[in-house]
């Protein structure tokens, strides 16, 4: 019988599986006990990330078809609401893609989210920003 790592290998594009990699040990090292995460990645690398991790995904972002509706359609992903009233923090760390464009969701997320709590550099790969969120 396979392994889930070898079904995983035999499935998936080498450099998906690196970048799952590359995010799985930036989670590991930044936020290994939160059952919740905040990803901004390229949405099939969030799904591909989240499997492994046994995390779930704080916020719900749109697929790319989803993005041509109009933004009153996203409201609840763009509020943040569970995040950013006053005096709770939802996530600690963002991991945040380098060098895939984001949707339109995820950016207006990210400029909710940094309008409302401070943030500061963790650490990084070439693929991936982790950046520490604190409330101000």
Same mark, same amino acid.
């Given at each position: 019988m396979a392994t889930l790592a070898a079904i995983r290998h035999s499935t998936r594009p080498p450099?998906?599986?690196?970048?799952?990699?590359?995010?799985?040990?930036?989670?590991?090292?930044n936020a290994s006990d939160p059952p919740c995460i905040a990803l901004f990645l390229y949405p099939k690398l969030i799904t591909e990330t989240l499997m492994p991790s046994r995390k779930t995904q704080m916020?719900?972002?749109?697929?790319?078809?989803? !993005?041509? @509706?109009?933004? $009153?359609?996203?409201? /609840?992903?763009?509020?943040?609401?569970?995040?950013?009233?006053?005096?709770?923090?939802?996530? !600690?760390? @963002?991991?945040? $893609?380098?060098?895939? /464009?984001?949707?339109?969701?995820?950016r207006s997320v990210l400029g909710k989210l940094f309008e409302n709590m401070w943030s500061q550099y963790a650490y990084s790969t070439e693929q991936v920003y982790a950046i520490r969120l604190t409330t101000p």
């Open positions: 450099r998906i599986i690196a970048l799952v990699d590359l995010v799985m040990a930036l989670i590991e090292r916020y719900l972002f749109s697929t790319p078809w989803q !993005d041509s @509706l109009p933004v $009153s359609a996203h409201q /609840p992903a763009v509020a943040c609401e569970q995040s950013l009233q006053a005096g709770e923090q939802a996530v !600690d760390y @963002l991991f945040i $893609s380098r060098d895939n /464009p984001l949707t339109i969701i995820q």
